[in-house]
């Protein structure tokens, strides 16, 4: 098995290659989608953040209201660290869960948005960098996302710099054109990537 860390900068285009590298066979562990959950209707979770948030942090259907919750950690440090105490160890465990169902040779891709800036290169065997010029993730999430550009320049600079993420990289993908150009680039990646699964399938 080969665990691979796939991360990029917002609007770099991180979604694609995943959707392409599960449409080549790989596994893929979504963190963001683990997190939303881990912490929806009826679950540990969501009784663990209301204990510690207040009841005023649910909908009027019983559901997380995320943009409240946002808006209550968001610059507040201490807060959001009670958090993530919360949400990132269940999302580690239903992650090893879901590793562990994997094939003894398969590529198990884990979607990390936030890899570089939370410094976890190391848990995994090989780094996935998807790139993107400034201009091109702006455009994306202007056009695709419906931000402001001044949003999308704050989103921006809250992560980890292009050098940041390239120097924790063993492949960086670059997703500055169409699609079509994109396709071949992750395939050679993908190839690469199921070469060394199957050296470090056990016999």
């Given amino acids: ?18 959707r392409l590298l599960v449409s080549y066979g790989a596994v893929l562990i979504d963190a963001d989608r683990i997190a939303r959950e881990v912490v929806e209707p009826g ?15 649910l909908t009027d ?14 610059g507040d440090a201490e807060r959001l ?3 993530n105490g919360i949400v990132h160890p269940l999302v580690g465990a239903r992650s090893a869960e879901l590793q562990a169902a994997a094939a003894p040779d398969a590529v198990v891709v884990h979607d ?31 056009r695709l996302r419906g931000m402001t550009e001044s949003e999308a320049r704050a989103r921006m600079a809250a992560q ?3 050098e940041q993420r390239r120097a924790v990289a063993d492949y960086v993908i670059d997703n500055d054109g169409p699609l079509e150009a994109l396709e ?13 699964a199957a050296r470090t399938a056990p016999e």
């Fill in 1 to 18: 098995m080969l665990t691979v860390g796939l991360t990029g900068g917002i609007g770099a285009g991180k979604s694609e290659v995943s």
């Fill in 43 to 57: 679950t540990p979770g969501l009784a663990a953040v209301v204990e510690a948030f207040g009841p005023d942090i």
């Fill in 61 to 74: 259907e019983g559901t997380l209201d995320r943009p409240r919750l946002g808006s209550i950690v968001f």
């Fill in 81 to 83: 660290a009670t958090l």
């Fill in 112 to 142: 990390v948005p936030l890899l570089t800036e939370n410094g976890l290169a190391p848990l995994y065997d090989v780094v996935v960098v998807v790139e993107a010029s400034t201009g091109t993730r702006l455009e994306r999430l202007v």
């Fill in 160 to 162: 980890a710099t292009p």
């Fill in 184 to 196: 071949p680039r992750v395939r050679k990646v993908w190839e690469e990537l199921t070469a060394r």
